[in-house]
C-alpha cells in the first residue's frame, strides 16, 4: 500500500516541483515503485520529468472532472519504477468546475485509492495556493512533505501553512501527518542560509529533514532539458542532496512500518 506525500507550500518559488520530480526519481532510482502525480495547472513537473507540452494527451483533469480510468492517463517515464500523471493548462478549470461538484475535496482520494497497492509512493506535486487541486491532494495524502527556502520570513510561512494543515485535520483528514520540512536552496557560505536553518531546526528539531538541497546551478539547469537531477548530472551537489532526502524518506518509511524497526532503532 503506497505511502501519499503531498509536497506543499502555499508560497510559490521554493522548490517544490523541483522537490517533487526529484524526490520521485530518486525513489524510483532506489528501487521503490513510485508515482508521481502533477496537481498544478502549470505542469512544471511534467514538463521537468519529459514530457513536453501535448494538447492530446490525456491529464489528471480527466481523471478528476470526466472520471476517465487511471489507466488511459498513467504514463511511464524514463526513470525505471516511475510512473507520471501529468497535467496541463485545463487543470485550472478543474480547480472551478470541481467548487460545484459532489464530495468536491475526495475526487483524488478515490482516484488513488483504486491504485495504491502498485506503488510503494506517490508524490504529488501540489499548486503554490490553497486551492481545491490543493485540498484533494491534502485529503488524498498520508503527510505533507514543506519545502521552506532558507531566507528571511520562511518560518512565518511554514507557521501559516501548518495552522493549514491543523484546520485539515480537523476536518477533512484527520491522520494527515507532516512527513517532514526540507531546508532548499541552502547556501552554507551565507550567515542567512545558516541562521533560518538553525531557526527551523531549533523550533520544529525531529520534523526537519536532516538532507539539504543546495543551491546549484545544475538543478536549475535540469529541469529545461525535461531530466531529474540524477540523469542531468549525478554528480551535482543537486542529486547528492535529493539522493540522501530519498533515503530519509525509505527510511522513515520503514521504521513507520516496523520493517526497518532493529536496525532504526539503533539510530533513533
Keep these: 500500500m503506497?505511502?501519499?506525500?503531498?509536497?506543499?507550500n502555499q508560497k510559490g518559488g521554493v522548490?517544490?516541483?523541483?522537490?517533487?520530480?526529484?524526490?520521485?526519481a530518486c525513489l524510483a532510482a532506489s528501487e521503490q515503485s513510485t508515482?508521481?502525480?502533477?496537481?498544478?495547472?502549470?505542469?512544471?513537473?511534467?514538463?521537468a520529468i519529459g514530457f513536453p507540452k501535448?494538447?492530446?494527451?490525456?491529464?489528471?483533469?480527466?481523471?478528476?472532472?470526466?472520471n476517465e480510468p487511471f489507466d488511459k492517463i498513467v504514463q511511464k517515464s524514463q526513470v525505471d519504477g516511475l510512473d507520471v500523471v501529468p497535467a496541463d493548462k485545463n487543470l485550472a478549470g478543474a480547480a472551478v468546475e470541481l467548487v460545484v461538484a459532489e464530495n468536491r475535496e475526495y475526487r483524488l482520494q478515490a482516484v488513488l485509492n483504486e491504485i495504491r497497492d502498485r506503488y510503494k509512493f506517490i508524490i504529488v506535486d501540489c499548486p503554490p495556493a490553497l486551492d481545491l487541486l490543493t485540498l484533494n491532494a491534502l485529503v488524498s495524502a498520508n503527510a505533507v512533505l514543506v519545502p521552506i527556502q532558507?531566507?528571511?520570513?520562511?518560518?512565518e510561512g511554514v507557521s501559516e501553512l501548518l495552522d493549514t494543515l491543523m484546520r485539515i485535520r480537523r476536518t477533512l483528514n484527520p491522520s494527515l501527518e507532516i512527513e517532514g520540512i526540507l531546508l532548499t536552496m541552502f547556501d552554507e557560505r551565507t550567515t542567512l542560509s545558516r541562521q533560518v536553518a538553525t531557526d527551523l531546526r531549533s523550533f520544529f528539531g525531529g520534523q526537519v529533514f536532516q538532507s539539504v538541497i543546495p543551491r546549484n546551478v545544475r538543478l536549475a539547469e535540469a529541469p529545461s532539458f525535461g531530466k531529474p537531477i540524477i540523469f542531468y548530472d549525478i554528480h551535482s551537489k543537486g542529486a547528492e542532496g535529493y539522493t540522501q532526502l530519498a533515503q530519509e524518506v525509505i527510511a522513515n518509511d520503514a521504521k513507520r512500518t516496523g520493517t526497518g524497526a532493529r536496525s532504526a532503532h539503533s539510530g533513533a
Aim: net charge neutral; charged share 15%.
Design 2 to 8: 503506497a505511502r501519499i506525500i503531498a509536497v506543499a
Design 15 to 24: 522548490g517544490k516541483t523541483t522537490t517533487a520530480v526529484n524526490l520521485a
Design 35 to 47: 508515482l508521481l502525480v502533477d496537481c498544478d495547472s502549470q505542469a512544471n513537473a511534467t514538463a
Design 54 to 66: 501535448d494538447p492530446s494527451r490525456r491529464t489528471l483533469y480527466q481523471c478528476l472532472i470526466l
Design 150 to 155: 532558507c531566507e528571511y520570513l520562511a518560518l
